[in-house]
């Protein structure tokens, strides 16, 4: 492939996506002529086997690297296929552009094989979306896609690409281009003085301020602009699901994840109290949504609210705050020294209160969960799980998690080690099976630090194909299968809500472990609580990818406030411990 002006439109793409510092792309070889001119200069193809795991990894990818993902699919089924890894992406604010074959232009709107409208396909679930049409544009739309999916709130940007044009000569553009705009966020916006100055007048005078932080703390730079502010100005942090690791949990005023884990036996049942009488409360990258709310119970109605979001639409859209429009690190920033240049005394006077507070609710839950964390019985108990991983975590692991349960299991039983530490939930539309691609777009990220996935049965059952991709593109992943012949959280609400379940949640008994060794992964099927540990280990150390299928407990559940007082009664608990 030549890199000068006699290219075709598909090499011109290819040398857009190069310059745009693209390393991967996520394809299944079409459309084929962008991916032979891509490999073709040194931009490697990671072949998914369907396309909704394949847009999976490139959100598990972006959210990582701090890079744009590119995702490539056909046109027709492959591309509905990619609508539910998009929307996820849409609603989470993960920049991903897709690159999606369309047919050839002489044969639009004539019934063409596998034609759709691809435009309308898309536009529910990405920023923008565009055909190519002409051999000139080719760089003005790539460079339009990378700009709407790092800009503003990041997120999905679809560029329809029909098949013959990618075959043409590529014509000069009366421009050249030779910005690069792959890392996100590309634009750093803060919110005006005057507002910056009111929230800090705010918070400092506040008798019981704190923070909830959603995922918008955890992009670039963010977290650590958090962290910053969290020691600097003497501010308890409370995190989303999606929030969590954007701080130390280990630090004395991080008080770990809210939103539904509120039930007997949780963290969030310590902690709450500490929210309950905040006066202040300073909402950092938070939709606000149902999960990360308690279904819109958790912000005390007195308190007043400021709000950081990229966003302007998110602020206010279910709570009244002063709004604080701007990119997470850029606004804490200031806002970290507008506060320093205040009288802070009462809020150091207090802070050591305050900790022994924070950690007495931290040692109290340690005592409520030990009979689970410490159980021996089998079968096995997910919370022994956790504790047994928690033992093996690094600053550096990135723990993925399916939906569901799985994820609820990861956020509310695990500690973050550090400022940043990467924990992965599909929280934005959570979808079954995406635990497993998340986690090989992660490792694609940093091949250097280990990646653990937690999967549920049900939802690996929508995945166990990618093992193969796995072992294939030899990434040495480790997957903890919770294997408990049940859908878990379907099978618990609708006993909650209709006191009987449906046929559907039980699963017919199927060994994980011999799928996994038949794609050349090594596996283990483990059923006693002391082989949890020795399988972890081996498998974290081995550098290769990795299956243990855990034998566990049908009946456990997450202590979410859905089950107080349904489920979770005082004394069924003790009872079945």
């Not at 310590?270 to 409360?281: C, G, S, T, Y």
Request: glycine share 8%; aromatic share 4%.
């Amino acid at each position: 492939m030549t890199t000068g002006d006699n290219v075709t439109v598909a090499e011109r793409i290819a040398l857009a996506l190069k310059r745009h510092g693209v390393e991967i792309i996520f394809a299944q070889s079409l459309p084929s002529a962008v991916i032979l001119a891509a490999e073709a200069i040194g931009i490697r193809q990671v072949a998914y086997r369907q396309e909704n795991m394949g847009g999976a990894m490139a959100d598990g990818y972006a959210r990582v690297s701090g890079r744009i993902a590119v995702v490539a699919a056909q046109n027709g089924p492959a591309a509905t296929l990619l609508v539910p890894p998009l929307a996820e992406a849409y609603k989470a604010s993960i920049p991903v552009v897709a690159l999606v074959q369309d047919v050839e232009r002489p044969q639009m709107d004539r019934n063409a094989f596998q034609e759709l409208d691809h435009l309308a396909l898309f536009s529910s679930c990405a920023k923008w979306v565009r055909r190519i049409l002409t051999a000139d544009r080719a760089d003005d739309y790539v460079d339009s896609a990378f700009v709407a999916a790092g800009t503003g709130r990041p997120g999905p940007a679809v560029l329809l690409l029909p098949a013959d044009l990618l075959r043409e000569p590529a014509a000069a553009s009366s421009t050249r281009r030779s910005i690069s705009s792959g890392t996100w966020p590309i634009d750093r916006t803060r919110p005006a003085t005057e507002a910056i100055e009111r929230a800090a007048d705010m918070l400092a005078a506040a008798r019981a301020p704190v923070i909830m932080a959603g995922g918008g703390a955890i992009s670039a730079g963010a977290a650590v602009a958090l962290s910053r502010l969290q020691e600097t100005t003497h501010l308890p942090v409370f995190t989303t699901n999606m929030g969590k690791g954007s701080v130390d949990e280990f630090h004395p005023l991080s008080c770990g994840v809210l939103g539904a884990l509120i039930g007997p036996r949780s963290l969030g049942r310590r902690m709450r109290p500490i929210l309950d009488e905040a006066d202040v409360v300073l909402l950092v990258g938070t939709r606000t949504n149902q999960n990360g709310t308690d279904s819109w119970r958790l912000i005390p109605s007195a308190a007043e609210l400021i709000h950081v979001d990229i966003d302007p639409q998110e602020i206010g859209r279910n709570y009244q705050a002063l709004r604080l429009a701007g990119d997470a690190q850029t606004t804490l920033d200031a806002l970290c020294e507008a506060l320093q240049a205040r009288d802070l005394g009462h809020r150091r006077n207090r802070r050591p209160e305050l900790e022994r507070r924070i950690a007495a609710s931290w040692q109290a839950f340690d005592i409520d969960r030990a009979p689970l964390t410490a159980s021996n019985g089998r079968p096995i108990r997910p919370e022994r799980i956790m504790k047994d991983l928690q033992d093996l975590l690094t600053p550096e692991t990135t723990v993925v998690a399916d939906a569901s349960y799985s994820s609820m299991w990861i956020v509310g039983q695990l500690r973050a080690l550090r400022t940043g530490m990467r924990f992965i939930t599909p929280r934005g539309l959570a979808g079954l099976g995406w635990g497993l691609p998340l986690a090989i777009g992660a490792k694609l990220a940093r091949p250097q630090h280990p990646v653990v996935a937690l999967v549920g049965d049900g939802g690996f059952a929508h995945s166990w194909a990618e093992i193969e991709t796995m072992v294939r593109s030899r990434l040495p992943v480790v997957v903890i299968v919770i294997n408990n012949g049940v859908l878990g959280y379907q099978n618990d609400a609708e006993t909650v809500k209709f006191g009987r379940s449906t046929t559907a949640c039980r699963l017919g008994p199927v060994s994980h472990a011999e799928i996994a060794r038949a794609c050349g992964c090594d596996a283990v099927r483990i059923d006693a609580p002391g082989e949890v540990m020795p399988a972890l280990k081996a498998a974290i150390e081995s550098g290769r990818p990795w299956l243990i299928d855990v034998i566990s407990a049908a009946d456990a559940h997450p202590p979410i406030s859905l089950y107080d007082g349904t489920l979770d009664k005082l004394d069924v608990i003790e009872a079945t411990i």
